[in-house]
């Protein structure tokens, strides 16, 4: 059994949040020995998935006991994690244990060719080393603060500032939706021996644990072998973070404007992503929205698609290119690619003026994190191989069914197109703005438990 007091728990369950700070650090040249040290001081202040919990069960019993309105119950969270040349600066071995080349080693810097990104799109800030970030969750902005005064005194002058950026939920109704307006964090995989599945009937089997967790029964290769990781390793998870400028009041106008006539408003939008804004699933109810269906976890997770149509669902769609549920015929080719999502949204509201000229002035998006045991297994394959693969997945009637409508991208930021219809004399011919979701940057991050944390990188 897997022990929560050792894992970090934005892993699972997630640290509940409204706020979300990502403090990206180099560890100085000269101060790597006494940055070890201060490790120590600052694992009594890592939230273990334990912890994480109690945390949501404390903050679900305060909703459910009417509060004063605007009172928030005070929490906050905070999670380390290191990239490549992180582990490389403090002398630690590699928790890729592996002859062949893996993008954690590449870095996601040196790994732009096979996610699509333009470099000139890049933030400055991306581009340099980043060794270490830590993120700080909390239900205020002025908790997050506090916590981040804390740590930077626990940890200065070992380190050098990269960037410090800091995500918000979206207020009021928008909360837990991102910036399209659509609810995040829907389809998330249930994980075998932890998590209960809120179907009642799940369609979808829960997943083995080492598709997440580095070193337990399912993080293996191709051929079934166990992936070599050393000892300590055990009950980490490879992180994806990306920075994801979105061109909301584009993204509206277009489907505005391509709206099939006399159709439910959004009807074009969410057969891109697959979902309603409310997180209804087109599958179950392609022709109207269906709040209630999209707000039941009982519900809105059950359903696979009909691998030989898209009448219900495009086969395009962000969320059936990210999980075909259904369209193969052996499960577990999907079921092996799921990863855990974490992200948060950035940057403010749309305002009037750019409602009004369809224009982005102010950069918003999502700060995207996900986890799972190999970033080549999750999240690079996905965003390589089926989001940005016009030919995933060919069917007989639609042999190019397009790029991912919403995180697909094109080499050198060309056209992109996708089937919409299943119209066989058209095929791959509904063309889609290039410019929605901007990758800005990111990189990847292994997240150590907490006893590695403590015997292997503190000194
Ligand atoms: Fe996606 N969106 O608002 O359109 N995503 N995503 N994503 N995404 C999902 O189920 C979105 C991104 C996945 O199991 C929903 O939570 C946006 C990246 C996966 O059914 C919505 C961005 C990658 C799923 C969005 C973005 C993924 C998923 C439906 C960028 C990986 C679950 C709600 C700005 C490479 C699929 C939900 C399943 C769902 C949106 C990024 C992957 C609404 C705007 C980079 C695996």
Not at 113 to 125: C, F, G, I, T, Y
Not at 347 to 372: A, H, M
Request: aromatic share 10%; with cysteine.
């Amino acid at each position: 059994p897997v022990d929560l007091h050792n894992i970090q728990g934005d892993i699972l369950p997630g640290l509940p949040k409204k706020f979300e700070a990502y403090w990206f650090l180099q560890i100085r040249d000269d101060r790597v020995k006494e940055f070890r040290c201060n490790l120590y001081k600052l694992l009594p202040l890592i939230t273990s998935a334990a912890q994480a919990m109690r945390d949501q069960d404390q903050i679900d019993h305060w909703k459910r006991s009417s509060p004063p309105e605007g009172q928030l119950l005070k929490l906050s969270g905070v999670n380390i994690s290191f990239s490549h040349k992180g582990l490389v600066k403090m002398g630690i071995a590699d928790p890729v244990n592996d002859t062949t080349t893996d993008p954690f080693q590449t870095g996601m810097f040196n790994d732009i060719a096979n996610l699509d990104d333009q470099v000139e799109k890049w933030l400055p800030d991306f581009k340099q080393e980043i060794h270490c970030l830590i993120f700080i969750t909390g239900e205020s902005l002025a908790t997050v603060h506090e916590r981040y005064a804390e740590l930077k005194w626990i940890l200065d002058p070992t380190i050098n500032e990269v960037k410090l950026t800091v995500g918000n939920a979206r207020p009021g109704k928008e909360f837990g939706h991102e910036h399209f307006g659509y609810l995040d964090g829907v389809s998330q995989p249930n994980i075998e021996g932890i998590d209960k599945s809120a179907d009642p009937n799940p369609v979808q089997a829960p997943i083995p644990q080492g598709l997440i967790l580095t070193g337990r029964p399912g993080d293996e290769s191709s051929s079934g072998t166990p992936t070599p990781r050393p000892a300590w390793a055990l009950d980490g998870s490879f992180m994806a973070f990306r920075y994801l400028s979105q061109n909301v009041p584009e993204f509206q106008a277009f489907v505005d404007a391509n709206n099939p006539p006399n159709a439910p408003k959004d009807l074009l939008g969410a057969r891109l992503v697959g979902r309603w804004k409310s997180g209804a699933p087109v599958d179950i109810t392609p022709l109207h929205d269906n709040p209630t269906l999209g707000a039941d976890p009982a519900k809105n997770n059950h359903f696979l698609f009909d691998p030989t149509s898209q009448d219900r669902c495009p086969f395009a769609a962000h969320i059936r290119k990210t999980n075909p549920r259904g369209d193969f015929t052996d499960p577990t080719i999907s079921q092996k690619r799921r990863i855990l999502r974490r992200g948060i949204p950035f940057g403010p509201e749309v305002s009037p003026i750019e409602k009004q000229n369809n224009k982005t002035i102010l950069d918003r998006g999502l700060l995207f994190k996900c986890y799972q045991s190999q970033i080549a297994v999750g999240f690079q394959f996905l965003q390589k191989t089926w989001a940005n693969n016009p030919n995933f997945l060919a069917r007989k009637n639609v042999t190019v069914p397009g790029f991912d409508a919403i995180i697909g991208q094109a080499a050198n930021g060309g056209p992109r197109a996708m089937d919409i219809n299943g119209d066989t004399n058209n095929p791959n011919s509904f063309k889609l703005p290039v410019e929605w979701v901007i990758s800005k940057g990111g990189e990847y991050f292994f997240l150590p438990s907490i006893s590695a944390l403590r015997e292997e990188f503190a000194l």
